[in-house]
């Protein structure tokens, strides 16, 4: 994908979003094979500014369309991640195995949730419908998983 198309796809979903204008926000292309990351922030919150850092070289998401839809999904739901932090923080010890057990839940659901309100807007406003399966690929397999769990007789 050319970097006009990704720029014309990150300024459609800021939109989309609603993002814009109460936030600032720059896409910066990332094309460091090392980087293992497909995409993250780096946010300003008191002065409401934000990068979005989009790994166009990573091979585990084919569909820079999703990626970028991801992470703004994040950035929207940033003040909700910023006080469920703070709360876990002020209800558990550092380091605990409740505190670790707790962000863990909370991690996983925002995920989810972030992913499943991407293939919502994908599904009715993107271009580039189809979803990516990198990260699936370099799964282990059901059967192999399952291997371990069956009975020894």
Request: glycine share 4%; net charge negative; aromatic share 12%.
């Amino acid at each position: 994908m050319e970097q006009k198309e990704i720029e014309l796809i990150f300024e459609k979903y800021l939109k989309k979003l609603r993002i814009t204008p109460a936030w600032d926000v720059q896409l910066k292309l990332i094309e460091d094979p090392k980087w293992n990351k497909t995409g993250d922030f780096k946010i300003d919150c008191d002065d409401k500014k934000a990068i979005l850092e989009l790994n166009i070289l990573n091979s585990k998401q084919e569909n820079l369309e999703e990626i970028i839809v991801h992470e703004l999904m994040h950035l929207k739901l940033y003040p909700l991640d910023q006080v469920t932090e703070s709360l876990i923080g002020t209800l558990f010890a550092k380091d605990s195995a409740a505190s670790d057990f707790t962000y863990r839940q909370f991690f996983t659901a925002l995920e989810q949730t972030v992913e499943e309100m991407t293939k919502c807007f994908l599904f009715e406003f993107g271009d580039h419908k189809e979803l990516s399966f990198g990260r699936c690929e370099k799964t282990r397999s059901f059967n192999d998983l399952y291997e371990g769990l069956k009975n020894i007789e």
